[in-house]
């Protein structure tokens, strides 16, 4: 009789939980084997700023698939409080320590999927080390955070970090009643969007009464004789007074134990895959915030980190891993955030970005109403486009405004998978009724206009 196949995966989020899930509904004789390090496995970090505004109440409402339910209802074998330290891709084990009773157990493997996704990045920052200056990255961070929220009562947060962690967090505070100020090492907010763009976000925080710091550079925290931080001093000497920090200033793949094993890194430093999310060992495969995805835009690798990617990385993996045949054709940079009543959305390349590239692009910006003029709360929507000069294709796209960024942006995504020109936008058959959109949909008028500009 020949024995069970058996696939361990490291890292039990949107990753390694799809991967583990699709593998098992290919081949249920597969034992899999799910390594988390911490008590939780499969849960939406996506949720956490809306946990610690109060709008969803319970921790738990983030968890997608508890381990009961893994295991039970998936046959997924999970294993909480396991660290992988170590790969040995040559005997074809992992060994990990039970952070329970500080064991060593040796896990061999017939394929191996690492979606060890990333951690906060923890700038070198003297006061890093003090209470109350925290990250979020993970649901026991979340809960840390909003503990103190409750406990300390807090009336003041400073956010280091203009990104678009930092602004759904600076809303997340507001809705608790703390005066938030965020400091910006950059001269502007937001590095995934162009100026257009950002001083309609800048309005916003000021019209909510958040303080904004740019080219900000922090010297130290600065805490009492119990060791909480008081304040944040500048290198211009100025201080900011406050009773909790926020650092937010991006992540890093966690990829140092399968590097140290011989998994190539990619350009970005994440994890290299092909389209089957095959590294370069044999049977080891890598998905998520850990790896790089293809950029379909500029057609090299990037580092995006969003969940989408992560779960469809994570389920071709757990296809393959189990003798089935998937592809993860690539990525095109689609995301979106709201902070207070702004939708803010991106996708492909930003001029920035096109410049960088090399591209010979042009843009255009249009604002219109997001819906018919005369229907109640129809309010401006603006798009940038960025336009390859040379054969007319959609480069990249940007949005903002109150309402309808969120879907619009799609559109754009599509348009850049199927690498359509800026013309072929503006035919495009969408749908129109007063309360959604003009007739003219903006993202008709942003591909007109376009067309103009690429004509000059
Ligand atoms: C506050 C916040 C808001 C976000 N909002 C959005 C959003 O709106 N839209 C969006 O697209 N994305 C968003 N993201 C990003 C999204 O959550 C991530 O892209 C996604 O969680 C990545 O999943 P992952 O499984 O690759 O990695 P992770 O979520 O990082 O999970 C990796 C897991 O591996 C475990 N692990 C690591 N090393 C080991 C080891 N050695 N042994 C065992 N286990 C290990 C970790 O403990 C972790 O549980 C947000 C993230 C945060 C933090």
């Known amino acids: 009789m020949s024995q069970k196949k058996r696939m361990v995966v490291i890292g039990g989020v949107a990753a390694g939980m799809s991967a ?15 390594l988390e390090k911490t008590e939780f496995i499969s849960y939406g970090s996506c949720g956490l700023p809306y946990y610690i505004s109060g709008l969803i109440d ?45 064991q060593e157990v040796f896990f061999p493997y017939d394929k191996l999927v690492v979606a060890t996704g990333a951690g906060a990045s923890r700038p070198p920052i003297e006061g890093m080390g003090l209470k109350h200056v925290f990250v979020l990255r993970t649901l026991n961070d979340g809960v840390a955070l909003k503990s103190y929220l409750k406990s300390g009562k807090p009336k003041r947060a400073v956010i280091v970090g203009g990104g678009y962690i930092g602004l759904e967090m600076a809303e997340a505070f507001s ?18 969007t162009d100026e257009e763009i950002t001083t309609i976000v800048e309005a916003e925080l000021e019209r909510n009464q958040v303080a904004l710091y740019k080219n900000a550079n922090i010297v130290a925290f600065e805490g009492n004789a119990s060791g909480e931080v008081t304040s944040v001093l500048m290198e ?32 970005t430093g994440a994890i290299a895959v092909n389209e089957k999310q095959e590294t370069n060992v044999p049977d080891v495969y890598a998905a998520g915030d850990c790896a790089e995805a293809l950029h379909l835009v500029t057609g090299k690798p990037a580092y995006i980190p969003l969940g989408p990617t992560a779960n469809k990385q994570g389920r071709v993996a757990g296809e393959n891993a189990a003798g089935g045949f998937g592809i993860f054709k690539g990525i095109v940079g689609t995301s979106v955030f709201k902070t207070f009543d702004l939708e803010v959305a991106r996708t492909g390349l930003t001029a920035t970005e096109a410049e960088r590239e090399g591209f010979s692009f042009v843009t255009s910006t249009i604002t219109d109403k997001c819906c018919a003029g005369y229907y109640p709360g129809a309010s401006p929507i603006t798009i940038k486009l960025v336009m390859n000069q040379e054969n007319g294709r959609l480069l990249g796209a940007q949005m903002v405004g109150n309402h309808g960024v969120s879907k619009r942006i799609d559109v754009f995504a599509t348009a850049l998978f199927k690498k359509m020109t800026v013309e072929e936008i503006s035919q495009l058959d969408l749908s129109y009724a007063p309360p959604f959109a003009p007739v003219w949909d903006p993202i008709l008028i942003a591909a007109n206009i376009g067309l103009k500009a690429l004509k000059k």
């Not at 809705?175 to 995934?192: D, H, M, N, R, Y």
Request: no cysteine; aromatic share 2%; hydrophobic share 40%.
């Open 20 to 34: 583990a899930s699709r593998a098992k509904r290919r081949n249920p004789d597969l034992e899999v084997i799910v």
């Open 58 to 102: 319970d921790h738990n409402k983030l968890v997608i698939i508890p381990p009961k339910v893994a295991r039970e209802k998936r046959g997924i074998d999970v294993r909480l409080q396991h660290e992988a330290v170590e790969i040995n891709t040559t005997e074809k084990t992992v060994r990990a320590v039970n952070r329970h009773n500080g």
């Open 175 to 192: 809705a608790q009643g703390l005066q938030v100020t965020i400091l910006e090492k950059l001269p502007s907010i937001l590095g995934t």
């Open 236 to 267: 211009d000497g100025h201080r900011f007074e406050t009773d909790l920090i926020l650092v937010a200033t991006g992540i890093k793949p966690h990829v140092q134990f399968a590097e140290a094993a011989g998994i190539q890194l990619g350009p």
